[in-house]
């Protein structure tokens, strides 16, 4: 009689044993199809494009300037020009009759607000940059844009100098960052199709 008592306490404990398991065994098995499903839909930025594969040339006129601030459009220009050739296949070309597609770009506004201030003197320090641009990729055979952002909003914080009015001056270096990361943010938008 013990025998057979010791036989069924030790089959209770391999069922309790296992059944600790199975939760673990099917929440893992939850957890990797989950991944395996998600995953799929995601990639690295930058890696892939929605683009046309037979591009090989964009054309990049010069952005239109509907703001006050004196030639800031040829930086924006000069700076996704820069972000194009870096960051893509891609050959910019200046004439838009021998490209595969034109990029239209049009500065409507540049908005800036203080963030941080100099303790002692009271100047502001710091800038919240908010800037507001229109832009089309159109292709050369296309009738419709392939890539179209009526309002695509750019904001950043900059450290300025002393002086306010010079921010936005053609030799300030914060010109040539915001001109840079401006131009990184729309190429990534019309490579990714954001």
């Known amino acids: 009689m013990p025998r057979r008592n010791r036989g069924r306490r030790s089959q209770r404990n391999r069922n309790r044993v296992g059944a600790g398991w199975r939760p673990c065994i099917a929440l893992c098995a939850a957890i990797l199809f989950a991944?395996?499903?998600?995953?799929?839909?995601y990639h690295v930025a930058g890696r892939s494009s929605n683009l046309p594969a037979e591009w090989t040339t964009?054309?990049?006129?010069?952005?239109k300037n509907d703001t006050v601030q004196y030639r800031i459009e040829q930086r924006f220009t000069q700076a996704v020009i820069r972000e194009f050739i870096t960051r893509t296949k891609y050959h910019v070309v200046s004439d838009p009759e021998s490209a595969d597609a034109t990029l239209h770009g049009e500065i409507l506004s540049i908005?800036?607000?203080?963030?941080?201030?100099?303790?002692?003197t009271g100047q502001v320090t710091t800038m919240l940059v908010t800037v507001h641009a229109r832009v089309a990729l159109e292709g050369a055979k296309a009738e419709k844009p392939v890539y179209q952002n009526n309002d695509m909003v750019f904001r950043s914080e900059y450290q300025i100098p002393s002086n306010v009015s010079t921010f936005f001056q053609q030799e300030d270096p914060a010109l040539e960052r915001m001109a840079r990361d401006f131009a990184s943010q729309l190429v990534a938008n019309v490579q990714e199709g954001f």
């Open 58 to 63: 964009i054309a990049v006129p010069t952005f």
């Open 35 to 41: 991944t395996i499903v998600v995953g799929c839909g």
């Open 111 to 120: 908005e800036t607000s203080p963030v941080l201030f100099d303790a002692t």
